[in-house]
């Protein structure tokens, strides 16, 4: 595994000198892999679908706190009561098993969110205080009234019940218990449910959430008793002195034991995109200190200050996105990524990615800023490698000759130096709807350096075809690309790009559940778009009367248009308004069929996507003629979508056809 060696480096030393906090030199970048309200997007499942291209180009997935809220409101998980209880709205603790696992297997490590500031009762048949006991292992784990601060809530709480903790010893929050971490059981509590995070469930490391809510130095304790190597905490604060003040207050031995989000930073790229400023970035924060920067986790946003509604609209980047991510993304600290910028700016993120870790850039990379004016903030950063230059805003900038336009983009540029040595693609790795071009550069030295490729896999040599410099090649079909540095005869540093390209095809995509034997069922779909478009009436949705036995199930079911490529809808089922529903199911594009479990977890039912037992043993499509007859295709709902002459195969029929289940001359055939 490449990322997480760093555990292995000396069996023989102690445990306590491998914490740290956060690695020295880190080359890694984060991927916040949830956002508000994103109970689809951050299914277990769906995140373990995405895997192989996440693992591509990030080293640590952040992901909610996982355990059961008790609630049908998760949260996001931030009203926690069960801490060893694994199953939430995201999923249940074998799928959340399954998706670490996933990750792990590709050299990538999951950040647990930790929420130990405050928890929540146990709710049913309890009060406000009562905790729920739990087991694990044989012993049994509880708080108690004496867990309890004793000014929580403003005081409010010892007015009702005799909590005997001691004062708080960071901020009161009032929507929940804040925990006394100077109670040993509460240390105790804390530091058994860390150690099943990551020895028993398998976390890399953790995120701590409201920092400010408690001492600095329990975050020093609990990482050293558990050994946590990644772990960076959540202090609020825009003030450059205040987080360094934490973090030097988080410390075991003298020495620092976490990281923590670099909110100047954030302050400062939000500024400069918000205000077309780009002066303000050079007002950085714990990355822009030499001293601190390897305990920088970079960003410009995340699920608290994103735009909600109108209702909260809360305190997000508002424009140029792609350059506030250029920049963090070039620049030291440690990078972590907004799930919703991966999606919607992923070739541009890719390919900031790739070209950080070509040069070596790492948390704790210096750098000289060239340019801090209004219109042009521009600094030459120097990775383990070689160097770069990121240039963000509209203003021109020239960089010498020893470097090469490498990335381009709204208001942002990137330059890499040619003592790289490298080639360079100019479209990353991924699916296209239709040809196009890729541009070619050799970052060399060598003047007369050329480019060899190939596009069927296989790797280039010095007899393969050559290009010079800043030549465009057209991909026009899928294609694995691989292309070499060709200098003084020698081919180096192959680089592989691996391209699919299928034209979309306007369809429809049929949802099924089997009968869970309620008296009727709504099914209520939106779509993944800006306005979340409802597609089947407001909530509860509508009734769905139609049904179809397959293999002799009865299942019911609606079809819905997939319009574009990226289209993609959500589904819960339902039986009715204030009434018993699963959860969030999606994103859907294709065919799918689903099975209620038979108990609720956080109040919902969750569903199993059967669709792969469903089409198991259904014919595929093969090359073989249908008989001497013409051949006509329907879709299982039994619509006709085309025909073709006699003798035609069912690969022919089915060509261009998006994936799914097909009736063809009366043979059942999956796509």
Known sequence: MRRLSTLFLSMA????????????????????????????????????NEADEIAEYFDLVWVPQSGNCNTSYNVMGYAPVYWWDQNCTFGTEAQLRSMINKYKQKGVGVIADVVINHRGSVGVGGSWVDFPAETYKGVTYQLGLADICKNDDGGNTAKNYPVTGANDTGEDWGGMRDLDHTSKN????????????????????????????????????????????????????GNVTALKTWLNNAKTDNVIQSATFDFTTRYSVRDACNGNNWSKLANRG????????????????????????????????????QAGNAFILCMPGTPCVFLPHWKSCKNEIKQLISMRKL?????????????????????????????????????????????????TGNNYKVYAA????????????????????????????????????????????????????????????????????????????????????????????????????????????????????????????????????IDGVKWYYKSFDIKSKDYSFNIIFDKGSSNDQTVDIGPINEDKYYELSATKTNGKYTVTDVTSKITA???????????????????????????????????????????????????????
């Open 13 to 48: 030393m102690p445990l306590m000198m491998l914490a740290q906090g956060w690695p020295a030199n880190y080359r890694g970048v984060m991927l916040q892999g949830f956002f508000w309200d994103s109970f689809v997007d951050t299914q277990w499942t769906n995140l373990e």
């Open 186 to 237: 509460v240390q105790d509590n804390v530091i058994a449910y860390l150690k099943f995070l990551k020895n028993d469930l398998g976390y890399t490391g953790f995120r701590y959430d409201m920092t400010k809510g408690y001492a600095a130095k329990f975050t020093a304790l609990y990482n050293s008793a558990v050994g946590a190597e990644y772990s960076v905490g959540e202090y609020w604060d």
């Open 286 to 321: 714990l990355a822009g200190d030499k001293a601190y920067r390897r305990y920088a986790v970079t960003f410009i946003e995340n699920h608290d200050t994103q735009y909600r509604s109108a209702d909260s609209p809360n305190d997000p980047i508002k424009n140029y996105i």
């Open 359 to 407: 040069a070596g850039i790492t948390n704790q990379s210096g750098y000289a800023e060239r340019s801090t004016a209004a219109n042009l903030y521009a600094a030459e950063v120097t990775g383990e490698k070689g160097k770069l230059i990121v240039a963000c805003g509209g203003g021109s900038y020239s960089p010498s000759a020893d470097y090469a336009l490498a990335i």
């Open 418 to 549: 040619k003592s790289l040595e490298a080639p360079w693609a100019s479209v990353p790795s991924g699916e296209f709807e239709k040809a196009f071009n890729v541009t070619l550069t050799a970052l060399s030295s060598d003047a007369g350096a050329k480019l060899v490729y190939t596009t069927n896999g296989t790797e280039p040599t010095a007899q393969s075809t050559a290009v010079s410099s800043g030549t465009a090649i057209s991909i026009k079909e899928s294609c694995t690309l691989k292309v070499g540095l060709l200098s003084c005869g020698i081919v180096k540093n192959v680089i592989t790009r691996n391209y699919k390209i299928e034209a979309f095809v306007p369809h429809t995509a049929t949802v099924y559940v089997k009968d869970p034997g309620w008296s009727q069922i709504y099914f209520y779909a939106w779509a993944n778009d800006a306005s979340n478009t409802q597609l089947n009436g407001g909530w509860p949705g509508k009734v769905v009367t139609d049904t179809k036995v």
């Open 617 to 671: 043993g259904i014919d595929g499509p093969t090359a073989e003629d249908l008989g001497n007859v013409p051949v006509r295709i329907y879709s299982i709902n039994g619509q006709m979508l085309r025909s073709l002459p006699k003798g035609s195969s069912a690969i022919e029929a089915l060509k261009d056809m998006p994936k799914g289940i097909y009736i063809i001359n009366g043979r059942k055939i999956v796509n």
